[in-house]
Nanobody, 124 residues
């Protein structure tokens, strides 16, 4: 079994920054892709960014140029640096692991392993 634990969420004003972390343990393989998803009330969970074991990454359009995903394989940890935050970024952010994926990735049902989520609140 794989355990994923997120940290780093909190409250920030619009334009501010936050850095999320996700640390994996258990039967985790570095070959897994790791991804960030988010979900706000009344909305479906949506993909934010994904990073493969070799560091290659992809982003959804609404965070390109503002968020940066990175990964430290030695620590089994993934990060999400979130800059220029907007009120619409408010959501619970989840870490996920599985794959790797060479095509579609932003579908939650592709991922077997999930963290418990961390709340990010951006005020205007």
């Amino acid at each position: 079994q794989v355990q994923l634990v997120e940290s780093g969420g909190g409250s920030v004003q619009a334009g501010g920054s936050l850095r999320l972390s996700c640390t994996a343990s258990g039967s985790f393989y570095n070959s897994y892709a790791m991804a960030w998803f988010r979900q706000s009330p009344g909305k479906q969970r949506e993909g934010v960014a994904i990073i493969d074991s070799d560091g290659s990454n992809r982003y959804t359009d609404f965070v390109k140029g503002r968020f940066i995903v990175s990964r430290d394989n030695a620590k089994n940890t993934m990060y999400l640096q979130m800059n220029s935050l907007k009120p619409e970024d408010t959501a619970v952010y989840y870490c996920a692991a599985d794959g790797p994926f060479y095509g579609t990735w932003a579908e939650p049902n592709l991922f077997a392993y999930w963290g418990q989520g961390t709340q990010v609140t951006v005020s205007s």
